[in-house]
């Protein structure tokens, strides 16, 4: 009877570690968009008939960066010499599995895109480990993957010196490690209290996520329309537009004048002001497009008020959209677009 129950409160145990287990891998599915989109992403090992060379190659983690990797460097964690190293490269990009960086020398290889948009989930989960802590590959993965299975890739790529093979340090590292504060046992492990566990950094990465969703999104302010005579090009605007224009005082060392005359568009929503002693941008660059219900009409009020039309109503979409563009009376260069 109690040899039963203890083999009961055993098999209890582990259904509950089991359970934590597979809370913790939903739940970075659920926080880390990254991981989530790499595991709907295609990946090369599934799609092509890889040799064992080629898919140590893949595995190497900092082949999925942007910056990417040397050739002698991939041959290092590979353990393969560098000429051999060099034509697997070659095949794995007629293959279109890796590609060159461009601009980089010496030559650095790096995943094609499609089979690299996930790695980020790798960056992040180190750069979650600070000065004074340490993790091992195998936390890494797991937090990444839900196992262990990128865990030598990990190890081969050296992704930071606070990441550790199996909770022991080089000497080296070992002394980088203790120069921040990390602690070390006579056994040579790593002080189990400064350990960085894989659940730990699922919560760090979520977390982070969490305050990069709330943080304000980049959204386009307003803009500010040099003029030559505020008068002349408030004018233009109210006339041509039918933008609202209003005059506020002062607006100190920023802009050498004296009022800050604001704009906003029909919709009330976007806008910005006109300011003196700033050149027009004549040539079109990054332009502004205005949207508008009849770009023949607009173009005609253009020039009745002192404008140029420097291109006229053109079809993008031929029986839908056009486009234009003109010049307001101090030089500046808009768009415009029309759709029906």
Not at 186 to 207: F, H, I, Y
Request: charge should be negative; proline fraction near 4%.
């Amino acid at each position: 009877m109690a040899e039963t129950q203890a083999w009961t409160r055993l098999a209890t145990s582990l259904a509950a570690a089991l359970h934590e287990f597979a809370e913790g891998a939903v739940e970075l599915d659920a926080d880390v968009d990254d991981l989530t989109v790499s595991e709907q992403l295609p990946r090369a090992a599934d799609e092509h008939a890889l040799g064992k060379r080629q898919q140590q190659i893949i595995e190497v983690p900092g082949l999925a960066t942007e910056e990417g990797v040397k050739t002698a460097d991939i041959a290092a964690s590979i353990g393969y010499e560098v000429p051999n190293t060099y034509s697997a490269l070659q095949a794995l990009a007629r293959y279109q599995v890796v590609e060159q960086v461009p601009g980089k020398e010496p030559q650095h290889w790096r995943l094609v895109r499609r089979y690299r948009v996930g790695s980020r989930v790798f960056a992040r989960l180190v750069a979650a480990i600070g000065p004074g802590e340490w993790t091992t590959a195998g936390d890494v993965s797991i937090a990444a993957r839900g196992d262990l299975r990128a865990t030598e890739a990990i190890i081969r790529a050296g992704l930071s010196h606070r990441v550790l093979a199996n909770g022991t340090a080089a000497d080296e590292t070992r002394q980088r490690l203790a120069a921040e504060g990390v602690a070390f046992l006579e056994s040579g492990r790593g002080e189990p209290r400064q350990r960085v566990s894989w659940d730990e950094l699922t919560r760090r990465v979520a977390k982070e996520e969490e305050r990069r969703r709330s943080m304000t999104k980049a959204v386009l302010n307003y803009i500010q329309i040099p003029a030559v005579d505020l008068e002349e090009s408030i004018t233009f605007y109210e006339e041509v537009l039918g933008w609202k224009v209003t005059r506020h005082p002062t607006v100190g060392a920023v802009v050498d004048q004296t009022a800050y005359p604001e704009f906003t568009d029909s919709t009330g929503k976007a806008g910005g002001g006109f300011v003196l002693g700033r050149r027009p941008s004549r040539e079109p660059g990054v332009m502004a497009c205005i949207a508008v219900d009849s770009i023949d009409e607009i173009l005609e009020t253009v020039v009745a008020h002192g404008g140029e039309v420097v291109k006229p109503r053109t079809p993008i979409v031929e029986g839908m959209d056009w486009e234009a563009i003109f010049r307001d009376p101090a030089g500046n260069t808009f768009g415009l677009y029309e759709h029906h």
